[in-house]
């Protein structure tokens, strides 16, 4: 229950792919809600495309207590 790495330092235009890899249902919600998958199952997959730079933090609206970090040079 837990993103892994916390947090990632990418360049701009980079796609940032979750894989979910758990018996439970995930999802990845950017707190400036500038991107939202809906509940993936394990082996699903979400992509987003960081277009700008900046610090861009999520979570699991399921799990809030699951938070992570896209920083984007």
Same mark, same amino acid.
């Given at each position: 229950f837990m993103f892994m790495p916390g947090t990632l330092t990418v360049p701009v235009g980079t796609t940032v792919t979750w894989r979910f890899d758990d018996? !439970?249902?995930? !999802?990845? /919600?950017?707190?400036? /809600?500038?991107?939202?998958?809906?509940?993936?199952? /394990?082996?699903?997959?979400?992509? %987003?495309?960081?277009?700008?730079?900046? !610090?861009?933090?999520? %979570?699991?609206?399921?799990?809030?207590f699951m938070k992570g970090t896209i920083v984007v040079k």
């Open positions: 018996s !439970t249902q995930h !999802t990845v /919600n950017a707190d400036d /809600n500038s991107f939202a998958s809906s509940a993936m199952a /394990n082996g699903q997959t979400f992509t %987003h495309t960081f277009t700008s730079a900046g !610090t861009v933090s999520y %979570h699991c609206s399921i799990h809030p």
